[in-house]
């Protein structure tokens, strides 16, 4: 039985020749997708399988596509928060000059320190 339930990775789901994967969406109904793999990619498949992580293909294209949907969410969230920062930043007006050493004495005299 595959990490999801179904029992149906082996039957739907096989490593094909040349590691092309067949991947299985589960959107209503399983649908089939020929992926063709680098020999790098494919290698590191083999070296999974081989020390036993994963049963099958499938579930690491799965696992990687998951953690690259993760990915993209943080992604847009952060780039969601740039923006909204930039919008704030636009909105807030116009920069004000001031003086580094005014700032250095000023924090020194909060800190108690000598000015």
Known sequence: M?????GLTETICPILTKMDILLC???GRYQHMNV??????????????DE????????IIREALRLKMQ?????????DSLRTAI?????SGDAESFNMQDIIQEAKKDAGLNA
């Open 2 to 6: 595959d990490h999801m339930g179904y």
């Open 25 to 27: 969406l589960i959107i």
């Open 52 to 59: 036993g992580t994963y049963n099958n293909a499938s579930e």
């Open 87 to 91: 919008i704030q930043g636009e909105e």
């Open 36 to 49: 063709s793999l680098s020999s790098t990619f494919e290698a590191y498949i083999q070296k999974q399988l």
């Open 71 to 79: 990915q993209d969410e943080i992604y847009h969230a952060r780039l």
